[in-house]
């Protein structure tokens, strides 16, 4: 299987546990990675891909997802919205919340998914982490056999999505708004 990955830019945040669970449950893995090593370094959330075979060096990193940690506190009810003040009582009732840790996955292609070797059976499994995640945005470009395929993920859910080849990408459909040094009255010959 080959497979590159392109143009790759997320916003995903998703509780932490959830991220735990879903390498603790034995998900499906693409043919060449055997297994995720999950690390976590302070703030720092990394999921490493284990290759299957012993095909690479074992100084070739291979491809590994990284994302922040952050704390948000999270609410059984919407909070009330800040504005006019409110005069009650002081006995009123707070409203539960608990602390919960995210797993941000923010950034783009070297920020989130780093290290070539098996970076496309690592997207693979990037995608399934974005289908669990109820924030957030994946984007992304990949080549597989030949083929580019165009990825879209919106809260949790596949969107259409798709490529446009440009001869320019600096030119919009409107032409360029630059100088045409080419046929410039002002330059003399």
């Excluded at 998914?113 to 982490?129: D, E, T, V």
Aim: contains cysteine; negative net charge; proline residues 6%.
């Amino acid at each position: 299987m080959s497979g590159r990955v392109f143009r790759l830019h997320s916003t995903l945040e998703l509780p932490l546990e959830d991220v735990e669970a879903y390498i603790d449950n034995d998900p499906d893995l693409p043919v060449k990675v055997e297994k995720i090593d999950l690390t976590r370094r302070n703030n720092t959330l990394i999921l490493k891909a284990v290759a299957a075979e012993d095909n690479f060096s074992k100084y070739t990193p291979t491809a590994q997802l990284k994302a922040s940690v952050t704390e948000n506190r999270v609410y059984e009810e919407e909070p009330p919205r800040g504005g006019n003040p409110r005069w009650t009582d002081d006995d009123e009732e707070e409203i539960p919340s608990e602390l919960v840790e995210f797993a941000c996955f923010k950034g783009d292609r070297e920020t989130v998914l780093q290290n070539s070797a098996l970076q496309y059976p690592m997207f693979k499994i990037f995608r399934s982490i974005a289908l669990m995640a109820e924030k957030g945005t994946l984007t992304a470009i990949t080549e597989s056999n030949g083929e580019l395929t165009a990825h879209r993920i919106v809260e949790g859910e596949e969107r259409p999505a798709s490529i446009e080849v440009v001869e320019n990408p600096s030119q919009n459909e409107g032409g360029s708004n630059g100088v045409n040094w080419r046929d410039n009255k002002f330059i003399s010959d």
